[in-house]
């Protein structure tokens, strides 16, 4: 009898030491990344940052004690590819928060996520993603291209210009934000010129670029990602094509200096919504101690903010006891100005908006680096929800 005493004392004993670890739990997160597919040239430090951002708040404890577990896989910008990778976290792996990629993808992927209640933080900065009336569960943190094509146009006008063409890929990424900067366009008064199409995979764009000569635009604006840009920079150039160019996000960075060479100095001009990596900011010292002396484009600070701002929704899920999709979407939507570190912007979501910000930079290229031209806001109008 006092044997078996002894036994169910002992084991309340361990049960008590043992509560805390049987409490903690991983919370598992789903990865969408091209690392190899058209825009894997941009997606492959994406998926660094992502990597690398989930380790250090792992390390800093996690969820409250509770580990993220990011699962990750390469799509190769298949939109077949990311569905069955969906299905997979779904039914599979039981996940209830994405880090995902493409514009293309993400929306086909709107109707299935918000039905299952996932919440899906994107690489694609698509303004349409941005309505909760549409897409409850869509997130993202970077400025929308549609935001970003309107403060583009509104520098061109600054600078001068009266014509502006639109050159961008077959793709949704390229083609989305077309009706926002054509509509701002017009109500600048520029003229707009023929739409020129260019591949993400382009090696050469002269006879594009050639034709669109005809029109003689002031500024062009580019949708692509870096290589393709970069190509479409140094055809220009060499074929005495004036125009400057103001780029998406995903087409500038610190790989475009190297690759279109000094035909991009003076003539190329980007949206930064997030700082160039290494930038003086109080929040990238955790970003370059986490690429242990590698360096990467701005691309990975992206990825790292992304997480940094699901982090800090699943903390506040927990806190409120609803640790789970609709608890996630909530969470997020009371973030007010939540401050990064000066790595992008401050981020507000609401249950009406969720844009993250309409605040970004625009940079330029000289002696072989970009540099800050200066700060851009648009005004954070309702009009503008959803496209």
Known sequence: MKRTVWMIALLAAACLVLAPMAMAKEIKVGGIFDQTGPTGAVGADYQKGAVAATKFWNDKGGINGDMLKLISNDYAYKIPEALNLYKKYKDVDRVFVI??????????????VNRAKIV?????YDGNLTDPKKNPYNFFIGTSYSTAIRLAMIYAKEQGAKKVV??????????NP???GKDYAKKLGLNIGPDEIVSLRAMDATSQLLHM????PDFAWIGGTTPSTAVIIKDAAKHGINTKFMINCWGFDENLP??????????????????????????????????????YTLHYVKSWVSVMVMVEGLKRAKKAGKLNGPGLKAALETLKDFNTGGLCAPITYTGSDHRPNTTMAIGGVKDGKIYLVKDVNFPRKKEYIGW
């Open 258 to 295: 190297r690759l279109a060479g000094k035909a991009a100095e003076g003539r190329a001009f980007g949206m930064l919504p997030v700082a160039p990596f290494g930038a003086d900011v109080p929040g990238m010292k955790a970003v370059v101690d986490s690429a242990g002396g590698k360096k």
């Open 166 to 175: 639109f050159i961008y890929p077959d793709h949704p990424y390229g083609k």
């Open 213 to 216: 000569k005809k029109f003689n």
């Open 120 to 124: 899906f933080f994107s690489a694609s």
């Open 99 to 112: 880090q995902g990629w493409g514009t293309g993808d993400t929306n086909a992927l709107r109707p299935l």
């Open 178 to 180: 077309i009706p926002a």
